[in-house]
């Protein structure tokens, strides 16, 4: 699978099961979706079909699951088909259900796996847009002692530590070092409750679909054998002997430490939340849907004041082209070819370096006593990054010149000095259409986005 691409699934597939908590027989199904299209959730059991994002500033409740709602409209228990949507790597997916909440099916997500997995995936032509971490972001919770810690990684890694005041389930660690072993390490870890806190649970309307199939069930503080007996009744299982202490649950284990897996599980369908694929190193202790969500929005936050994220930059990595295979493409010379060396490209961007030396000719009269690279030249750096994106495509490119059509949208956020590496992103907006190109470009110096303009270019073969 291209990493770089989005994904949607090949086609549609439908999933029957009981609600957790309404105990509500559910149909769920999971269909294609068109490209940026997301994660979106319909109601088809209600008048108008509502539609709701799945984005993290819709969650409304963290209780026992998560709940996502826009006006009046709501679904819970979304997070074990969320994880397994994100660890399957799918950008787009519409999921259709008609109840208030997605079925608990055997409390993990290995049946969602599975179908997807059946059904397979279908690589659409849009890029995909990562949110790579660059920097520590931390998320605690005073009162629970809970934290998520999100640091820089080459891809995502999730680390957790769960730890209960509990003979039988006290502390356990669990990790995922990649997304291809989600299904074999993660997905068949099943959700789990303490008997202490079924009947609360039960008092407050919730789990009426619970049972010994669907859940880790631990019973580590002994109660006495009437209580025992009613709690079973009201739950309507079998009835068991109130000394024996452990895993109550009809099937065993899958891994020793299945409650810390499931609680990666979690946090994964949690995060899936943000709307991109992250590329980072999650540190979890003690996390909770709460936690998970508190984060998810952080990163949202983020990624709303960064418009766009700059691209990574490695001067240690050799570059897709450097100068001099720049100037066999660009007719550019001294001292109006700007654009230094590029270090990606793809079939719709490309990203370019150049390096401001206080040398820089134009620094004499703009200005002597306070050098700025003037914005026009910021511009005309764009261009000539996209013009090799386009230039890199056909034969003989030194016999091409580039020419600006129109420029719209530009604007200048800081000024660019002596000493700033500037790193440049071009998108395509539009397909290459008899030579004209429909430009976005980005401008950065380190994370902060410097320059932004939207223009239309022109490649002429030279007479």
Do not use: W
């Not at 619970?210 to 054998?225: F, K, S, T």
């Amino acid at each position: 699978m291209n990493k770089t691409k989005q994904h949607t699934l090949k086609e549609s597939f439908s999933l029957k099961g009981k609600g957790l908590h309404t105990g509500l027989k559910i149909n769920i199904t999971f269909n294609p979706a068109p490209e940026n299209f997301g994660y979106k959730i319909r109601r088809v059991d209600l008048e108008g079909r509502p539609e709701i994002d799945a984005v993290a500033e819709n969650v409304t409740s963290t209780q026992r699951g998560t709940v996502i709602a826009k006006d009046s409209v709501q679904v819970s228990t979304i997070e074990h088909a969320m994880a397994a949507l994100y660890a399957a790597q799918i950008d787009n997916c519409l999921i259709e259900v008609d109840a208030p909440e997605f079925p608990i099916l055997d409390g993990s997500a290995i049946k969602y796996v599975n179908e997807i997995e059946r059904v397979g995936l279908a690589e659409q032509h849009a890029e995909r847009d990562y949110y790579i971490v660059k920097n520590k972001i931390e998320v605690k919770d005073e009162a629970t002692g809970s934290s998520i810690v999100l640091l820089p990684d080459d891809q995502l890694v999730v680390n957790t530590l769960i730890t209960f005041d509990s003979k039988i389930l006290d502390s356990q660690f669990a990790t995922l070092e990649k997304l291809e072993d989600f299904k074999t390490e993660i997905a068949s870890a099943r959700t789990f409750v303490f008997v202490r806190e079924i009947e609360p649970l039960l008092e407050n309307n919730l789990i009426k679909g619970g049972d010994l199939d669907n859940a880790i069930v631990i019973y580590e503080r002994q109660i006495c054998q009437e209580r025992y007996d009613q709690l079973a009744d009201k739950m309507q299982i079998e009835h068991k002997d109130a000394t024996q202490l452990g895993y109550i649950m009809n099937k065993p284990l899958i891994f020793s430490n299945e409650p810390a897996r499931h609680k990666l599980l979690d946090i994964l369908g949690d995060i899936a939340l943000i709307g991109k694929p992250i590329r980072g190193r999650i540190i979890a202790t003690c996390p909770g849907h709460k936690i998970n969500n508190k984060m998810a929005r952080q990163i949202r936050k983020e990624i709303k004041l960064n418009e766009v994220q700059a691209p990574e930059y490695n001067p240690n990595k050799p570059p897709v082209f450097d100068i001099n295979q720049i100037k066999t493409m660009l007719p550019h010379r001294y001292p109006f070819l700007l654009v230094e060396k590029i270090i990606e490209i793809g079939e719709k961007h490309i990203v370019g370096i150049k390096n401001v030396s206080v040398n820089e000719p134009f620094f004499q009269g703009h200005f002597p006593e306070e050098p700025v690279m003037p914005g026009v030249l910021l511009i005309e750096t764009m261009a000539q990054t996209g013009g090799l994106m386009i230039l890199s495509t056909v034969e003989e490119p030194h016999r091409y010149s580039t020419y600006f059509m129109k420029i719209d949208g530009v604007r200048f956020r800081q000024k660019v000095v002596p000493g700033d590496t500037l790193i440049f992103r071009l998108e395509l907006m539009t397909e290459v259409r008899r030579g004209i190109a429909n430009m976005k470009g980005y401008c950065f110096v380190g994370e902060k986005l410097v320059c932004e303009a939207e223009f239309m270019a022109q490649i002429v073969k030279n007479k």
